[in-house]
């Protein structure tokens, strides 16, 4: 219903209006944290990282391959961004979904260097925790890396919303 409603908005007549228009209230509504503990999708962007340590430090070796990796703790699935080549301050841009918080679960994310000849090397990692039951997840802001190497700060930006990239087109 809402995918027909998007694609030909300009063109919906009164009377389908009406229909919607309740449609889109009980997309909303199942979308909001339930007291019962219901659960709810996150759209989840991971859009850089700053003061990444170099991880490559051998000379001719370039720097950090850097990639981030976003779950919410104890619960299936996971959100992977591509790495980026040789960048301590890397732009990712990624948007997904991770379905299934209830208020009170942490997302994790975790950095880490790429590496092709050996494993991959932790450059960080940061959590961030929704206790407010009646509140809907929200966030746009830099979470600090813990464990990012000695006398290194680091920073992760992220953005989080409820609901899917579609529904967040439309609001």
Same mark, same amino acid.
């Given at each position: 219903?809402?995918?027909?409603?998007?694609?030909?908005?300009?063109?919906?007549?009164e009377e389908a209006a009406e229909e919607v228009i309740p449609?889109?209230?009980?997309?909303?509504?199942?979308?909001a944290p339930q007291p019962d503990g219901g659960a709810t999708?996150?759209?989840?962007?991971?859009?850089?990282?700053?003061g990444l340590r170099d991880a490559d430090g051998m000379p001719?070796?370039?720097?950090?391959?850097?990639?981030?990796?976003?779950?919410?703790?104890?619960?299936? %699935? +996971?959100? !992977?961004?591509?790495?980026?080549?040789?960048?301590?301050? =890397?732009?990712? @841009?990624?948007?997904?979904? $991770?379905?299934?918080?209830?208020?009170?679960?942490?997302?994790?994310?975790?950095?880490?260097?790429?590496?092709?000849?050996?494993?991959?090397?932790?450059? %960080? +990692?940061? !959590?961030?925790?929704?206790?407010?039951?009646?509140?809907? =997840?929200?966030? @746009?802001?830099?979470?600090? $890396?813990?464990?990012?190497?000695?006398?290194?700060?680091?920073?992760?930006?992220?953005?989080?919303?409820?609901?899917?990239?579609?529904?967040?087109?439309?609001?």
């Amino acid at each position: 219903r809402l995918m027909a409603v998007a694609g030909c908005a300009a063109t919906v007549c009164e009377e389908a209006a009406e229909e919607v228009i309740p449609g889109v209230m009980e997309l909303f509504a199942r979308r909001a944290p339930q007291p019962d503990g219901g659960a709810t999708r996150l759209l989840v962007s991971i859009l850089s990282a700053r003061g990444l340590r170099d991880a490559d430090g051998m000379p001719g070796t370039g720097l950090s391959d850097p990639y981030c990796v976003c779950e919410i703790h104890g619960k299936p %699935g +996971r959100l !992977k961004t591509n790495y980026v080549m040789n960048n301590l301050n =890397p732009v990712w @841009d990624h948007c997904g979904e $991770l379905g299934g918080w209830t208020p009170g679960d942490s997302l994790s994310f975790e950095v880490w260097d790429k590496d092709w000849f050996k494993h991959d090397d932790f450059l %960080g +990692r940061t !959590k961030l925790t929704f206790n407010d039951k009646g509140a809907f =997840p929200s966030f @746009d802001g830099e979470l600090q $890396l813990k464990e990012a190497g000695k006398g290194v700060e680091a920073f992760l930006h992220v953005r989080v919303t409820t609901g899917t990239r579609r529904e967040n087109r439309l609001r």
